[in-house]
């Protein structure tokens, strides 16, 4: 378990596992509601990305179910053989891995461009370059972010050091993040020049807070608009299914009644 989540506390009362599907959904949209609310991210992302999965397959179950027209809408309810599918192979990208930054540059080397892509096989300029961002699910922190005498972070995957340490010179690697050796005549710093840092081939899961905090919130900012828009389509999904089988049986009811002498 990592830092962030140490102090989660889950609800004593939601331990049942409803027979029914529509319910055991129900239940399981509670869960993850009451971790977002809470600010419990990573806990209720992963349990939304089960979820997702765990809904196709009862989709894919009862896809051909004929069900009775939602008046609501004056239109036949059909249930989807799947959720979005383009939404959630993104959504997985970003959770578990493989999605990347594009980056443009001037001739100050100021990023002029920035965006996320899902497909890293396009053809670059000389001033452009594709950084393979972490997993969403591995930048559940291992140290305690919010600890502001720690200048690092540790998360749960190796990245390149320079992408780790963006921004800082040298200097600043070794005053500040301890990349330096120390002798009993001195102390020589790891790096000696900006060169050196950018060609560094060396991987770290210690990361500088800054870069913690903009990769997170570039990951995070993808994330929860498809998310939004899965979950609009989870609870619609429901509550179509719920309402026509109410009034299924409701119809059943009220026929039986009919016949009764």
Known sequence: ????????????????????????????????????????FFLATNGFMDLIGEFNIWLDDVKNYKLPTDNRSGQNFKIPSELNPLIVAE?????????????????????TVQNVIFNPNIDLEYN????????????????????DT???????EPIPFDIAYDGYDPDQLAQVFGFKYDYADGEVYMFNNDAEVMTS????M???????HKLIRILILEYK?????????????????????????????????????
Not at 128 to 147: F, Y
Not at 150 to 156: D, F, M
């Open 150 to 156: 720690n200048p690092k972070v540790l998360i749960q």
């Open 128 to 147: 452009e370059n594709i950084i393979q961002l972490p997993a969403l699910m591995h930048m559940n922190p291992r140290s305690r972010t919010k600890d």
């Open 91 to 111: 959504l997985k990208q970003i959770w578990f891995g493989h999605c990347y930054l594009f980056q443009r540059r001037n001739k100050k080397q100021e990023i």
């Open 225 to 261: 608009p498809r998310k939004d828009k899965v979950y609009y389509m989870i609870s619609k999904i429901l509550s179509s299914y719920n309402f026509v089988n109410n009034m299924r049986q409701l119809e059943s009811q009220s026929s039986e009644a009919d016949y009764v002498v």
């Open 1 to 40: 378990m990592s830092m962030e989540d140490a102090d989660a506390k889950q609800p004593k009362s939601v331990i049942l596992h409803h027979i029914d599907p529509i319910k055991n959904f129900q239940l399981k949209l509670g869960v993850i509601d009451y971790n977002y609310e809470y600010d419990h």
């Open 201 to 204: 081939d060396a991987l770290t």
């Open 206 to 212: 210690e990361i500088s807070r800054e870069v913690y």
